[in-house]
């Protein structure tokens, strides 16, 4: 099994970047999807981004974030990342990593085997 660590969060004003990392330890991590989900107080946790196994050839995105998100990998580094650009205040939240065992491009919670414990980001206005 695999274990994620985010890093990344802070405070940032709209309109800024901001870039996540998630580094797994524990199992090899290649054949794992990854994905970033995020969550405010009160509601659902969402799907922000996925990525598929190995290469990583394939993604998907929240319609909220697409074209101003993107998620990409490093297998040697056991690390996924998520470059967040145009960040808006809706986009504030806790930011949590996670990964499936199933090798397809879940984007369900509740397919997601592994979490990470999160990292706030927060979009001033």
């Known amino acids: 099994q695999v274990q994620p660590v985010e890093s990344g969060g802070g405070l940032v004003q709209a309109g800024g970047s901001l870039s996540l990392s998630c580094t797994a330890s524990?199992?090899?991590?290649?054949?794992?999807?990854m994905a970033w989900f995020r969550q405010v107080p009160g509601k659902e946790r969402e799907l922000v981004a996925v990525i598929s196994s190995w290469s990583g050839d394939r993604t998907n995105y929240a319609d909220s974030v697409k074209g101003r998100f993107s998620i990409s990998r490093d297998n040697a580094k056991n690390t996924v990342f998520l470059q967040m650009n145009k960040l808006r205040p809706e986009d504030t939240a806790v930011y949590y990593c996670?990964?499936?065992?199933?090798?397809?491009?879940?984007?369900?919670?509740?397919?997601?085997?592994?979490w990470g414990q999160g990292t706030r980001v927060t979009v001033s206005s």
């Open positions: 996670a990964a499936s065992r199933l090798q397809t491009l879940v984007v369900h919670r509740s397919e997601y085997h592994y």
């Open positions: 524990g199992a090899t991590f290649s054949p794992y999807t």
